[in-house]
């Protein structure tokens, strides 16, 4: 649990305050304002996804190629948490239901963009095959986050992406997202823009 360095961005959806995992319970998100904030989002497919418990299975975290860059090119000994702490304009939920991400801008709390998996394609090239123009997105479950951070504190950003098993590369128009394994560059999963009110 992270609340050895307690403070993180409150997980209800367009909550603008700090909050804090509540050490005694681990189990609730209080905001410093008093009250509790049971962060829950509903999917398109019916399930509830929810961020009360710490970490959660329906929160993901997702990083631009650029932010990593950026972040490395001013300090490569950045901790893994100094970095993950930094208010970021959306965050996203994972549904373990369907597996849609939904991505949520945080000042607004409205659904953006929702990505559905459609399974991965026949492309035998893998990440070999992805055009030079898409981005790499740096996607960590907020599990992985917490056992990173639990094992480690100190964990250094530069030495965990690495071992993140897994690769998403976005494309230009961020329609499709490509899921790779790490260490075979094989696709493993594809996503897509669903159309229609998120
Ligand atoms: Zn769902």
Redo the contacts with the bound molecule.
């Keep these: 649990m992270r609340q050895k360095a307690s403070l993180k961005l409150c997980a209800r959806a367009g909550c603008p305050v700090m909050s804090k995992c509540d050490s005694a319970t681990k189990r609730k998100l209080t905001c410093i304002e008093g009250g509790e904030h049971m962060g829950r989002l509903g999917?398109?497919?019916g399930?509830i996804m929810s961020s009360v418990n710490c970490p959660s299975e329906n929160r993901i975290h997702v990083f631009s190629d650029s932010e990593v860059i950026n972040a490395l090119g001013t300090d490569r000994t950045k901790k893994l948490w100094d970095f993950y702490i930094v208010d970021r304009a959306y965050e996203y939920w994972y549904?373990t239901?369907?597996r849609?991400v939904h991505q949520i801008k945080v000042d607004s709390g409205v659904c953006v963009l929702r990505y559905k998996p459609i399974g991965k394609s026949d492309d035998q090239l893998g990440i070999l095959g992805v055009s030079p123009d898409w981005r790499e997105l740096y996607v960590i479950t907020d599990v992985e986050l917490d056992e990173a951070i639990e094992r480690d504190f100190d964990t250094k950003l530069a030495e965990y992406l690495p071992r993140v098993r897994r690769r998403v590369m976005l494309s230009p128009d961020q329609q499709t997202a490509i899921v790779f394994d790490s260490i075979t560059g094989i696709e493993v999963d594809r996503y897509v823009t669903e159309s229609g009110n998120p």
């Design positions: 999917c398109n497919c399930a549904c239901t369907c849609r």
